[in-house]
């Protein structure tokens, strides 16, 4: 107790009549930062000690929020209409074929192409219970079951294809699991590719 005076909070804050920078408080110092302050806290100072501090759930929740760009299913393109389909499978056999006598395509074989393909991948979603086969159809009508040299399956090759998923060891056949890989790596590779020529 400061003789004479009561030892309160504002006579700690706002010491009187010192100079030098220091005030004598209960026998101790209180140093004011070495300036020369005859009358005590400034407005400064108390408007420093009244701001309030930064909430640190507010920051963590800002830096925790997620980025959608980094999802990499975003970046798989929407799917192509069936004409566009037809029209890229038409080129891709024209130039597969070129220097042969007749180069030519029908539309006839490309629809049936086109049949035959949808039909195996009908057949697929009732073996592999999978939204998969119905969302992606266009695409893996475009961009599979085809040779790895290049054009597209002859239409009897297909129809065996097709076949062998009607068969008694269906899910064990080698086209059902080429189509059960591509599903699997689809959501990899196909996000950074265009149509396969």
Excluded: C
């Excluded at 990499?72 to 038409?90: C, N, W, Y």
């Excluded at 979603?125 to 998969?132: A, M, T």
């Excluded at 002859?154 to 097709?162: G, Q, T």
């Amino acid at each position: 107790m400061l003789e004479g005076r009561p030892e309160t909070v504002e006579n700690l804050m706002v010491p009187s009549g010192s100079s030098g920078g220091s005030n004598s408080v209960g026998g101790g110092s209180l140093n004011m930062g070495g300036s020369n302050r005859s009358s005590g806290w400034t407005s400064f100072d108390l408007g420093v000690l009244e701001e309030p501090f930064p909430d640190a759930n507010e920051e963590s929740e800002e830096v925790t929020h997620p980025n959608p760009r980094a999802n990499p299913f975003q970046a798989i393109p929407p799917e192509p209409d069936l004409d566009s389909v037809k029209e890229i499978m038409r080129d891709r056999l024209l130039v597969h074929r070129l220097g042969q006598r007749q180069a030519t395509v029908s539309e006839t074989e490309i629809n049936r192409i086109v049949e035959l393909k949808g039909q195996i991948l009908d057949r697929m979603s009732q073996l592999d219970f999978n939204p998969f086969w119905a969302q992606r159809r266009n695409t893996l009508i475009r961009d599979y079951l085809r040779p790895p040299r290049g054009g597209e399956f002859k239409i009897s090759v297909l129809e065996a294809k097709l076949q062998e998923l009607f068969g008694e060891n269906a899910t064990r056949s080698s086209i059902y699991y080429e189509l059960v890989r591509a599903r699997e790596y689809f959501h990899i590779d196909g996000p950074f590719r265009g149509p396969r020529g």
